[in-house]
């Protein structure tokens, strides 16, 4: 079983709709996750991260984290067609105090939002 | 500046060339990552250097040679690679999570394609 799993999608919704992806994790000694949006051929950029259980809004985006069931979302509000890229998200345990972490990535979901 | 650069940006080589990806960031952060990625897949962590040391090696084959001469520079030296190897070479930098920020920075990468 894979320490992160992520439907790979792809996941077409028309533009305006609301999007949301999702993953599962299986280590419970993870705190830290992130959400990385990944355009073709590029490098993958953080949108959003959360530590431990919770919720995290900023602009269209929310990030939720529900620990006692090892889920965790993304939401996009009001999709635009430059949304369209391939969303992964990720984990860390976090024990680090010199940044060396691990990040333990889904396998991405493509999303394409149609105009 | 909160980029990683890095360069080449696409590298075409025999199984028999020695050649080297480039890294850069001038963030001040103390840890710097090599990721590899194939088309479709998630990242896979290759090599973590923290403070100019290399804290993991994911037991990467020996033609994978990284090096980091100082805070600000990674490198990754290839020698005798073969055709499997051909993927979008990806380097990271992050600080300590202690900070409150959490996550890598990613550069665009280097697509390598092995002849």
């Known amino acids: 079983q894979k320490e992160v799993e992520q439907d790979p999608g792809p996941l077409s919704v028309p533009e305006g709709a609301i999007v949301s992806l999702n993953c599962t994790y299986s280590n419970s000694a993870f705190q830290y996750f992130m959400w990385y949006r990944q355009y073709s051929r590029k490098g993958p950029e953080l949108l959003m991260y959360?530590?431990?259980?919770g919720n995290k809004e900023d602009g269209r985006f929310t990030a939720q984290v529900d620990k006692s069931s090892k889920y965790i979302s993304l939401f996009i509000r009001d999709s635009q067609p430059s949304d369209s890229a391939t969303y992964l998200c990720?984990?860390?345990?976090?024990?680090?105090?010199?940044?060396?972490?691990?990040?333990?990535f889904g396998t991405g979901t493509r999303l394409t939002i149609i105009p | 500046d909160t980029e990683v650069t890095q360069t080449p940006k696409h590298l075409v080589m025999g199984m028999t060339n020695k050649k080297s990806l480039k890294c850069e960031q001038h963030m001040g952060h103390r840890a710097m990552y090599w990721y590899k990625q194939k088309a479709k897949k998630p990242p896979e962590l290759m090599f973590v250097?923290?403070?100019?040391?290399?804290?993991i090696n994911e037991s990467v084959p020996s033609r994978f040679s990284p090096e980091c001469p100082n805070s600000s520079l990674l490198n990754l030296h290839l020698h005798a690679l073969q055709p499997e190897d051909s993927a979008l070479y990806l380097c990271a930098s992050s600080q300590s999570w202690s900070r409150g920020t959490y996550g890598y920075t990613f550069g665009s990468g280097t697509r390598l394609t092995v002849v």
């Open positions: 250097y923290s403070y100019e040391k290399l804290s």
């Open positions: 959360t530590y431990s259980s």
């Open positions: 990720a984990a860390a345990h976090g024990i680090s105090n010199f940044g060396n972490e691990k990040l333990t």
